[in-house]
């Protein structure tokens, strides 16, 4: 893949900010939350998350052998998504990894799997000449969430839209060299990223402030998220589901090599035409509804899946559920009910 034209140039973070991440000021209700998010934009700090750091020699190496996508494969200024899985390919992490040299990787890790992943790569580089360190106190991670998001930002940062057109490519705005910008459609809704020193996010919060992008809090773009389809690790996905199964096809890759569950991976895509025997999938309910986790899904009288998490968005009047549904009934056009404290599929 070939480097983009506006990737400028990068400097490292400094070792010596010294200030915790803030949390930011949410004014709006979660209505008002969600109309920005879907008619203009909003603004998320993403806290919660956490930075790793894998450098040195090695660094390109351990990661190839460990993770689901192709290292090798990913330049200098881009990204790709990626997870940890164990022998049997079951997931036991989800993170993006951004590239920042030859020898310098960024994981930017889902919160529930952040101490894991660092531990386990720690345990896993032998006498490999990699260095891994957590990075979170030093970088800060905000998404600006919603139609608008490009222009705005654009207008913020003196970016202008068509040099953000290619996926995970790291745009550098201008004079501002540790600055990392880019932009997705991952959950079906334009997200700008801007990751950067946490010394230097009240300057970048106050150009956002300026074009009038609203704060907006995690319950908000969890309704975003879930809405698209996309699983956080811990919460949507777990230990005990395989990769394919929740329909993440951008975080492997058939054409890398061998790593730990790459059997499983490989023999479910080539025998199996990619079919497990659940996958996840997202219905709503017209009522607020409270919905245990792990609640079973009936279809004719039979269990045919499980609830894997559920919110309610109050704009719509209606429950999301996120659950693991029987693959041998998903062609069927089904709804999910919710009648006498039982759900079920008709």
Not at 236 to 244: F, G, P, S, T
Not at 327 to 336: A, G, H, N, R, V
Request: net charge negative; aromatic share 8%; hydrophobic share 40%.
């Amino acid at each position: 893949m070939a480097i983009g034209p506006y990737i400028i140039r990068y400097f490292l973070a400094r070792p010596n900010f010294p200030r915790e991440k803030e949390a930011m000021t949410v004014s709006l209700d979660i209505t008002q939350q969600l109309q920005s998010l879907r008619e203009a934009a909003g603004l998320y700090q993403a806290k919660q998350h956490g930075i790793l750091k894998v450098s040195g020699q090695d660094a390109e190496k351990l990661l190839q052998s460990l993770t689901t996508n192709d290292i090798k494969a990913l330049s200098i200024g881009h990204l790709q998504q990626s997870a940890l899985l164990d022998r049997k390919g079951k997931v036991q992490a989800l993170f993006m990894v951004l590239r920042q040299s030859e020898q310098a990787f960024l994981l930017l890790t889902d919160p529930a799997c952040h101490e894991w992943v660092q531990q386990h790569l720690t345990m896993m580089r032998f006498i490999q000449q990699v260095e891994i360190s957590d990075e979170s106190a030093l970088w800060t991670w905000l998404w600006i969430i919603g139609p608008e998001a490009l222009s705005l930002c654009g207008d913020a940062v003196g970016v202008h839209g068509d040099m953000l057109i290619h996926e995970n490519q790291i745009l550098i705005p201008p004079d501002r060299f540790t600055w990392h910008m880019w932009q997705d459609q991952r959950w079906g809704v334009q997200r700008v990223h801007f990751l950067l020193p946490t010394a230097e996010v009240a300057e970048l919060q106050a150009q956002l402030n300026a074009v009038e992008i609203p704060e907006v809090a995690e319950a908000a773009v969890n309704l975003m998220r879930l809405a698209g389809g996309v699983p956080e690790f811990g919460v949507e996905i777990d230990q005990e589901r395989i990769l394919l199964e929740s329909g993440l096809s951008d975080t492997y890759s058939r054409n890398k090599g061998c790593y730990p569950g790459q059997e499983v991976v490989e023999r479910i895509c080539a025998y199996g035409d990619g079919k497990t025997p659940y996958k996840l999938n997202i219905y709503s309910i017209k009522s607020d509804v409270k919905i245990e986790p792990q609640a079973k899904i009936y279809f004719k009288g039979d269990a045919v899946g499980t609830v894997a998490h559920s919110l309610y968005n109050p704009t719509e009047e209606q429950t999301l559920v996120a659950a693991y549904i029987a693959t041998k009934i998903l062609d069927q056009d089904l709804k999910l009910a919710h009648s006498d404290g039982e759900l079920s599929l008709k």
